[in-house]
């Protein structure tokens, strides 16, 4: 890949929502691409803290249930929202994959706990950049509910879930970008 193209690819991506999927499924092995690639992420020490828990199918009307039932046992009865509820439990349905991202904290704490966050976050940013490659739209929720509740994953000791991965073939235009100039972001220190 020439530069050209990598700049292309990392300013072309997007978060792309659930509600703009088309019924189109991912293949197989285009999932286990994305996995692939995340496991090619940086990583301090070699811990590797990215875990993942795939739902496809019918795994996907599960986790919606599951989803707007956490929402609705998290909700004191005078917030709740229907609304909220039934967007819970279309989001997964709505979806041609959705990937748990989870980090498994390294037994012997040999870095930071937040290197290890830090490394699954550029595991996901590699995956969303292979979504986009393959015209997949994609979007990481922080799904605060499952973090909150992390029997439903089946969570190991010392794992976590960081949020939900929403992935899903879309027909929309190429959206522009929306970013500050990196002037405002930088400051030389060459002297």
Known sequence: M?????????????AIFPKTYIPKPIPKA??????????????????EPWRFRVFTGAALERLGDALAE???????????SEKKYDKNKQKPRQSGCVIAICMQRDAEERVPEWEEIAATACAVQNMWLTCTAHGIGSYWSSAKMLQESPGLLQLAPGERCLGLFFMGYHNLP??????????????????
């Open 2 to 14: 020439n530069p050209k193209d990598a700049a292309e690819l990392i300013r072309g991506r997007r």
């Open 70 to 80: 956490l929402y609705r046992a998290a909700t004191p009865a005078e917030a709740f």
């Open 174 to 191: 190429e959206l522009p970008g929306k970013r500050g100039p990196i002037a405002e972001k930088v400051v030389w220190m060459e002297e």
């Open 30 to 47: 285009v999932i286990e691409e994305v996995l692939e690639n995340a496991n090619w992420a940086p990583t301090h020490k070699f811990t």
